[in-house]
C-alpha cells in the first residue's frame, strides 16, 4: 500500500481565496483524521471521520473551515475564504477502527500551506 | 481524555539507551498508551502502543507501571537519526480521538 496519500505537497494562495487539500486514506482504513500543525500550537486535531461520517469536528477553528468525505478513498478539507493565521502543514492520517491495540493512525506526508 | 506531561527536551549520545518518560494521572480504564515519533517535514509515525506492563517491538521497548499513571518509552543505542520529537497518546481504541502534546524533542549526538 502506498499509504496516506495528500495533495498538494505545498500551496502558496493568496489571502481570499479558497483553498482544497486532498487526502486518499490507506485502503480498509475507515477512519480518517485531519490535523494542523504550527510552532505555536503544536498538531491539533481538526475533524476526524469514522465511516465517512464526520464524529467530531469541534477542533475546526471556524466556519471557514469545511470537511468532506464523500466515500472511502477521499477527503478533502476546504477554507474558504483563506487567511493568513491559516498558514500551517495540514496532515491526513488514517486508521482500522474496532480493532483494538492495532488501531494505529498513519500520517501522510502533509500539505504545506502558506497564505500570503 | 488523559492530559500528557512528558520533558519537552533531551540530549543524548549515540549508543545510548534513552528513557522518555510520559505522565498521565487521570488515564482511563479503557486508554491505551500509544507512542509517535515525528521528524522534520514529515507526519508523525507510530511507534508502539501499549495497555500495561511491557511492550517491545523492534524499535522500542515501553514499561508501564500497575497505576498506569505513567510510562517511559524506551529506545536502545539511539543513534543520530532518532533525533526528532516523540509524543505520547493517551486514548481509547477504535477509530480513537487522537490528541497530541508538546511532545519530546530528543537531540542525539555524534
Known amino acids: 500500500d502506498a499509504g496516506v496519500i495528500q495533495s498538494p505537497r505545498h500551496e502558496v494562495t493568496e489571502m481570499g481565496q479558497e483553498v482544497t487539500l486532498r487526502c486518499k486514506p490507506i485502503?480498509?482504513?475507515?477512519?480518517l483524521f485531519w490535523y494542523r500543525q504550527t510552532m505555536m500550537r503544536g498538531l491539533e486535531l481538526l475533524i476526524y471521520f469514522n465511516n465517512n461520517v464526520p464524529i467530531d469536528d469541534s477542533g475546526m477553528p471556524e466556519d471557514r473551515f469545511s470537511a468532506k468525505m464523500p466515500n472511502a478513498s477521499f477527503s478533502t478539507l476546504k477554507i474558504q475564504p483563506s487567511e493568513p493565521r491559516d498558514s500551517a502543514v495540514y496532515f491526513c492520517?488514517?486508521?482500522?477502527?474496532?480493532?483494538?491495540?492495532?488501531?494505529?493512525?498513519?500520517f501522510g506526508q502533509g500539505t504545506r500551506l502558506t497564505v500570503v | 481524555l488523559a492530559k500528557t506531561t512528558q520533558p519537552i527536551s533531551m540530549d543524548s549520545y549515540e549508543g545510548q539507551e534513552v528513557n522518555i518518560t510520559c505522565s498521565h494521572n487521570?488515564?482511563?480504564?479503557?486508554?491505551?498508551i500509544t507512542w509517535y515519533q515525528q521528524f522534520p517535514s514529515q507526519g508523525p509515525r507510530f511507534i508502539i502502543q501499549?495497555?500495561?506492563t511491557k511492550v517491545t517491538n523492534e524499535v522500542a521497548s515501553l514499561f508501564i507501571p500497575a497505576d498506569r499513571k505513567s510510562s517511559t518509552l524506551s529506545l536502545p543505542r539511539v543513534s543520530l537519526s532518532d533525533t526528532a520529537v516523540y509524543y505520547c497518546?493517551?486514548?481509547?481504541?477504535?477509530?480513537?480521538?487522537?490528541?497530541f502534546g508538546a511532545g519530546t524533542r530528543l537531540f542525539v549526538k555524534a
Open positions: 487521570n488515564i482511563a480504564t479503557n486508554d491505551y
Open positions: 485502503s480498509g482504513h475507515n477512519s
Open positions: 497518546l493517551v486514548g481509547g481504541t477504535g477509530g480513537f480521538k487522537t490528541i
Open positions: 492520517a488514517s486508521s482500522r477502527s474496532g480493532q483494538g491495540i492495532s488501531s494505529e493512525a498513519f
Open positions: 501499549g495497555y500495561k
